[in-house]
C-alpha cells in the first residue's frame, strides 16, 4: 500500500511495522489527507496478526508541526463544529489496541505533540522540542493537549505551556515524565525499532492487556482501574502463552510464545 503523505515499511522477521509522515516541506503539517491516511495504515496494521508494535516517526527536523494551518486557517466554527474533523481521524492512534512507539526527533508541538501523547512509548531525540503554541494563533490545543498532557506532566506545567506557547527540550520532557527515554538523534531510529522488536517479542496478548490496563489509570478512579488489571490479570491465565512463560521460567529455560 503506498501513501501520499507518508512512509510505511514492516519488518517481518521482527514483527513490527514503522509509519513516517512524509511532509517533511511543512515539517509534517498534519493535514487531513495525512490524517486519513494514518487512519488508514493504523487500521491496516492493526489487523495484521503478524505484527505486535507501531513505531511513528517524523523527520530529523520535525515529528510534526502541528494541525496544517494553512488548511484550517479560514474554517467558520459552523464547520469545525459539524464536519467534527478532529473525532473523525484524529483520534485513531488514541484508540489503537497495539502498542505504538512514538520515535519524536525535532518539533512536535500543536497537534505534533497531541498525537505523540496519542502514543504509549515517546522516544525523544536529544534534538526533539515539545510545545503547545496554539495560543499564539488565537485557539488552543484541540486533539487532547489540555486534558492528556495535564495528565502526563501535571497541571502547572501544562498551564505554563498552553497558556504562554513556550516549547520545553527534550531534557526537560525527559524530567517531568512525558519522555521514557532520550537517545542521541543519530541513534533514535535504532532505538525504536530496538524497543519495538522486544516489545513485539512478547505474547500479544499480554502486551494488549497490559497497554489496555496502564491505559485506563489515566481515565478511571483507582478502585476501578485495580479491579479491571486484576481481571485482566486472571484472564490471561486461559491463554497458552501464559503456561509456556512461566514454564520456561520454573524449567530455567527461553520461552517460546505461540501468539507474538
Ligand atoms: N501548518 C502549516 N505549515 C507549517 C506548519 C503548520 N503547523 N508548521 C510549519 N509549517 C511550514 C511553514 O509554513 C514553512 O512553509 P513555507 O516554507 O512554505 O513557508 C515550512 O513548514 C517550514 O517551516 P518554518 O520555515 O517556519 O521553519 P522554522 O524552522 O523557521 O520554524 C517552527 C519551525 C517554529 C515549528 C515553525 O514552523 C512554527 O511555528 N510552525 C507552526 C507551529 C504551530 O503553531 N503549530 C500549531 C498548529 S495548530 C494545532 O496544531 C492544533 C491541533 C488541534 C487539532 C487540529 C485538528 C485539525
Redesign the pocket.
Known sequence: MSYNTLLTEIDAEAGFAIITLNRA???N??C?EM?NELTDALDRFESDTDIGCIVLTGSK??F?????????QEKTYPESYYED??SRN?ERAARARKPIVAAVSG?A????C?LALMCDIILAADTARFGQ??V??G?M???G?TQRLARVIGKSKTMELCLT?RMMDAEEAERCGLVSRVVPADDLLDAARELARTIASMPLAAAMLTKEAVKIAYETPLSQGIQFERRMFQSLFSTDDQKEGMAAYVEKRSAHFKDK
Open positions: 516541506e511543512s515539517l503539517a498534519l487531513e490524517m527536523k520535525a510534526s508541526g502541528g494541525a496544517d494551518i494553512k488548511e484550517i474533523f478532529i484524529w518539533y508541538i500543536g497537534g505534533g497531541e503554541p496554539e499564539r494563533l485557539v490545543p484541540g486533539a493537549g506557547g
